[in-house]
């Protein structure tokens, strides 16, 4: 399912594939304010349908801020109170840096995109 952005510089694409108990949300352009709350929308979507395992794509991140970061903490929160998880992909250099200057990336657990191995 696509989400709605509300600019074309910015795209959230969930894959929720129907027997998987994991759910992907893919992240292109810029991760702020506007958008943030429309992201943590659609990973709690993924969790009220039972997906265990929530995955964040933020390898196609443009850019991050505080809005996106705490997006991502209350994510990782909301899933570990239901007993499930919210994991990241890499996003590039900037976008890590961002979450290592915050003090964020320590709270999160990183999975290899499919297909890296």
């Known amino acids: 399912m696509q989400q709605g952005a509300p600019s ?13 108990a994991v759910g992907v949300v893919r992240l292109a352009g810029e991760l702020d304010l506007g958008v943030a709350g429309d992201v943590g929308a659609a990973v709690e979507e993924l969790l009220d349908a039972g997906f265990a395992h929530v995955v964040v794509d933020l390898r196609a991140l443009s850019f ?41 990336e320590s709270l999160f657990t990183f999975v290899a995109a499919e297909g890296d191995g």
């Open 64 to 104: 991050l801020d505080s809005s996106g970061i705490n997006m991502l903490v209350a994510a990782r929160r909301s899933a570990e109170r239901r007993r499930r998880a919210v994991s990241l992909i890499r996003g590039p250099r900037h976008v890590q840096r961002v979450l290592r200057l915050t003090g964020t």
């Open 8 to 20: 074309a510089e910015f795209v959230c694409d969930v894959r929720a594939d129907a027997g998987s």
